[in-house]
């Protein structure tokens, strides 16, 4: 493998981790949003949010790129880049995936902590953010980092309708002109999972924290 | 004599079930009050009303001058006011022993942090727990876990005390610890209702025991009842030894 062939894999890996992160990020807060949308006290808000979620989680993550690519074109108010694009579709997508792992979260802590909370005189947001949601988070570790990696290999669908430039599609490049899947493959296989792993690492580090109090 | 607690006419259902059916009963100031009754007789819902865990279908309630039927009840200051205990503890798992009691004060009171822990380890000396203030619930007994969520509730310095069979999940050593910490707020002046099993606990620190039965006040009076009862129900009841 030449330097520049490298140099490409690595900028390719640099796009995943770009589009990865603004995903995670964004996704993640509006993930939050819809999460409590769910458990809302005000049920037209739990419907809009529950049909969102349906909604997403059952179109394809090609489609939801290609809407976002071409949508804004096709409905004439002008185009948009690649990354934009791409991190847009992402974010739908992460938002209702992450939405509904973190409701279940957060009804799976028992009613009685509720309950318990509510006597001591907390108003609900007050229960929601000092009760509820520090041992959601502990039981949301797990799948959210799970999905966190699906996340980053995910981005590779980003290429395959708005080109845009991440790990497996400068690997594709390389192999078109090169025929040599193996090497091209296989190193963008090790790249996607030197970004998976450390995530992994980090989850169970952050478990053992967040159970510190079974110590 | 000030009445604390006033219920009259209470009615509540669970969908078509009726656990309620026209439950009346005062407490005064100062008063133990021990509510019996086998298993769906409907005690342990008439002492969640109290606080308003659960909502009423007709009657009235009054808990410490709060209307509980009104609108525009101020229900955070009603919590203030009276404290309760569960028979599963409830202690939030996340925090410290020292952080569950000021919890509260600091969150709902806005007293300052220093001062809430002061206040913390004042209560916490009183069910006799001084040492384990840095401890997380799950590294203690029931017994223990049972009189944190005791000193929870008085780190609020509430008027009135639900206890809402405590002891059940408990055995008879740790049982002993927690109904001493009882028999101690009673003697201190406590206005106490208690949903209990423990009969001799409510021969002894009881000043009114109230049998309920089928959604309804049953049987009344001092705990003398508990030995000369009337109705075949409580005789019954009595008479199984619980």
Known sequence: MSEEQLLSLLQGAWGTVLLSGLTLLLGGIAGLALALARVSALPPLRRLAAAWIQLIQGTPLLVLMGVCFYGPALAGVGTVEALPAAATAMLIY???????????????????????????????????????????????????????????????????????????????????????????????ALLYFAMCYPLSRWSRALERKLHAHRR | MHTVVELQGVHKRFGSNTVLRGVSFQVARGEVVAIIGKSGSGKSTALRCINRLEQIDAGQISVCGHALHAAGLDLRGLRRDVGIVFQGYNLFPHLTVLQNITLGPTAVKRMPVGQAQTLAQQVLARVGLADKAEAYPEQLSGGQQQRVAIARSLALQPQLMLFDEVTSAL????????????????????????????????????????????????????????????????????????
């Open chain 1, 94 to 188: 992460a938002s209702a995936f992450l939405g509904e792992i973190w409701r279940g979260c957060i009804q799976s802590v028992h009613k009685s902590q509720w309950e318990a909370a509510e006597c001591i005189g907390l108003s609900r947001w007050q229960r929601m953010r000092m009760i509820v949601l520090p041992q959601a988070l502990r039981m949301a570790t797990p799948p959210t980092v799970g999905f966190a990696v699906q996340v980053i290999k995910n981005t590779s669908v980003a290429s395959l309708v708005i080109g845009f430039a991440e790990l497996s599609y400068n690997a594709k490049v390389l192999n078109n002109s090169t025929f040599q899947p193996f090497l091209y493959f296989g190193s963008a």
């Open chain 2, 171 to 242: 055995d008879p050593e740790l049982t002993g610890e927690v109904l001493k910490v009882m028999e101690q707020m009673a003697s201190e002046g406590m206005t106490m209702i208690l949903v209990t099993h423990e009969m001799a606990f409510a021969r002894r620190v009881a000043d009114q025991v109230i049998f309920m039965h089928q959604g309804q006040v049953w049987e009344q009076g001092g705990p003398e009842i508990l030995d000369a009862p009337v109705t075949p129900e409580l005789r019954s009841f009595v008479g199984t030894g619980l």
